[in-house]
């Protein structure tokens, strides 16, 4: 136990940086594991180069992983940090513009030599120059100390002892924090332990940087955020893209049928292939298919054989992608397309957020070929919008776009893993054999969802014709007849049309029930929006807010909620997206808060936006 002072916070914002080498992601992580464990909410935020391997020290190559852990609710994973971790000079100078006066810097003062200084672009040392005068500034000797806590290891060069590193940060950190360490003590074992020379090296390491923050003079406090008051149950700490890929797998149980993914791998998706691909004992087939369009091809392939069939990938295959899903519309089978939304275009910043594919997933295929999308509002709730998706997708026949993005699939936050009772089935109703005497019809509908009949290949009496050819109604047979494509052109857009029938409505929080502005938002815009509005309310300022998971079609009182309230903010990362569908399907004269720089929105410039929105309502 600490015999220094220990000061009681109730929350702290910590960015780790460092050469995208030096561990960052690891440590990052594993930090917010342990506190985790503890019981703090939290929210993290890993940002990281595009490049496999950007030159060491360079300022392309800094790789940072920020986490917010609070002992109360929290939105963000926090818009600047208290706390700011510099392995390098490269990082220092990348990062310390987003941390404010008086903020932390422990700087490992062992790489700050002049050659790291030159890649960096300092023309002086900027821990002698006066560059971090304000700041709370601990020089700790990261790599030298490392090196020397290992000089027993037996088995490791220097470089090897030198990666260490991170581990002795982490050790360091989690004793300035109060954070368990048992958890990461087991992870070394795990990860390392078919090298035991690494796993002694990185066990040494993470002590002796523990040990450190007790015994030197430098760190003269400690500090204790207490556990956050949440919901009762069972939790673990989950990524976007991992709470997605359980989705799936919970929506092939829930509807009995198998989960096919056809994907070639692309950042930031990939790692749902890489997760999936664990899950095999629970009826779940992954194909890493030669490129974009053969994946969403065997997976449409998958869903016409029976199965749950999904394809992911970021904005470049998905454009790829397009005729296939077409293909799908023509064809009115289920089809779940994940989109996890990088920077573009083309290329663009692979590994950067963004929220500019909501138009190319509603009109981004020739032809009338409306299709319904759904979008993720948090790390968590990828779960249930998984859900939904394979929901929708099976119950109308159709196939569905899902779109998440860069921040919401690498962050991570706080998951209650729910009762899998709780969770509703879904009913995929195969066709079983024509009536007596009756040749099948492919295209009869439902009447109340207009579904066409789902007929297995293979299943006696329900032989029928496929293809991208128009459809006959009823009977599926090719037809070019000019009424006859109209009325299909009309049908499949009804039975689009038809879901805002079977999805809940928008829900408004608005606490006082006298807001003039509201805030409505969609994707990973959820939490900066809510700590937005927090801040407004805190400060004496009445706003609501909504948050749309159904961008096609609409919820039935969306026009309703946007008319209530005399002015309507639409913040994006994009340049307007939402906003122009919002004007033309409502009329209403919403205003734009948009930014396209690749990083989440902070709650105090979208808290600014609302006020001074606020502002020129109240001098209307």
């Not at 074992?189 to 002694?200: H, M, N, T, V, W």
């Not at 009115?332 to 994940?338: G, K």
């Amino acid at each position: 136990m600490s015999s220094k002072p220990v000061e009681r916070l109730d929350r702290v914002v910590i960015r780790f940086a460092g050469d995208s080498g030096d561990g960052m992601q690891l440590t990052g992580d594993r930090f917010t594991s342990e506190s985790a464990v503890l019981g703090n909410d939290l929210a993290t935020l890993p940002d990281f180069p595009a490049e496999i391997r950007a030159p060491a020290g360079s300022l392309p190559g800094v790789s940072g992983f920020q986490v917010h852990f609070a002992d109360h609710d929290i939105f963000t994973p926090g818009d600047q940090p208290n706390v700011l971790v510099a392995m390098n000079p490269a990082a220092l100078k990348t990062n310390l513009k987003d941390l404010p006066k008086g903020g932390t810097l422990i700087v490992n003062n062992d790489a700050f030599n002049e050659r790291n200084l030159q890649k960096a672009g300092y023309a002086e040392n900027p821990l002698t120059d006066g560059t971090l005068d304000g700041f709370h500034v601990h020089e700790v000797a990261l790599t030298s100390m490392t090196v020397e806590a290992l000089k027993s290891v037996d088995g490791i060069t220097s470089r090897e002892a030198e990666r260490s590193k991170n581990f002795f940060a982490l050790g360091l950190m989690l004793w300035l924090y109060h954070r368990p360490v048992d958890g990461t003590l087991a992870f070394i074992e795990q990860k390392f332990g078919r090298s035991p020379a690494i796993a002694e090296a990185n066990t040494k390491a993470f002590k002796a940087g523990y040990n450190y923050g007790e015994t030197s003079e430098d760190f003269a406090v400690s500090y204790e955020v207490a556990p956050a008051k949440l919901a009762p149950g069972r939790y673990r700490q989950i990524t976007g893209n991992t709470a997605l890929s359980y989705g799936l797998i919970a929506a092939s149980k829930l509807s009995g049928l198998p989960l096919f993914l056809g994907a070639y791998p692309i950042t930031p998706a990939s790692s749902i292939l890489e997760e999936l691909a664990r899950h095999k004992s629970f009826g779940v087939t992954t194909f890493q298919a030669e490129d974009e369009i053969a994946a969403c091809g065997a997976a449409l392939g998958a869903s016409f054989g029976g199965a749950l069939g999904v394809t992911t990938s970021a904005g470049p295959g998905i454009v790829l992608k397009a005729e296939t899903v077409g293909l799908g519309v023509m064809l009115e089978l289920p089809l779940v397309v994940v989109d996890v939304q990088r920077a573009g275009p083309s290329t663009g910043m692979p590994t950067k957020p963004e929220q500019a594919d909501l138009l190319l997933a509603l009109f981004g295929r020739n032809g009338e070929s409306p299709v319904p999308v759904v979008a993720a509002s948090s790390p968590s709730q990828c779960f249930h919008a998984a859900i939904e998706a394979a929901r929708i997708a099976l119950t109308y026949r159709t196939p569905v776009y899902l779109l998440s993005d860069a921040s919401l699939a690498n962050g991570s936050e706080p998951w209650l893993i729910p009762d899998a009772a709780s969770l509703s089935t879904i009913e995929p109703e195969f066709a079983t054999a024509p009536d007596d005497g009756q040749e099948f019809q492919p295209y009869l509908r439902d009447p109340e969802t207009l579904a066409r009949t789902w007929a297995l290949p293979g299943t006696p009496g329900l032989e029928h014709r496929i293809g991208g050819l128009e459809k006959a109604d009823v009977t599926g047979a090719i037809s070019y007849d000019p009424d006859n494509h109209d009325h299909m052109t009309r049908l499949r857009a009804q039975k689009v049309a038809n879901i805002a029938a079977d999805i809940p409505p928008l829900e408004v929080d608005d606490r006082d029930g006298d807001a003039t502005v509201l805030v409505l938002g969609w994707g990973s815009t959820y939490g900066p929006i809510g700590a937005a509005v927090e801040r407004v309310r805190a400060d004496g300022g009445t706003v609501a807010r909504a948050h749309l998971h159904h961008l096609n079609p609409f919820p039935r009182n969306t026009g309703e909620v946007l008319r209530h309230y005399e002015k309507v903010l639409i913040p994006e990362m994009n340049t307007g997206q939402l906003l122009q569908l919002v004007r033309a399907d409502f009329l209403v004269d919403a205003v734009g808060y948009n930014r396209v720089r690749g990083l989440p929105f902070r709650s105090a410039e979208l808290a600014e936006a609302i006020t001074a929105l606020a502002a020129t309502e109240d001098q209307a």
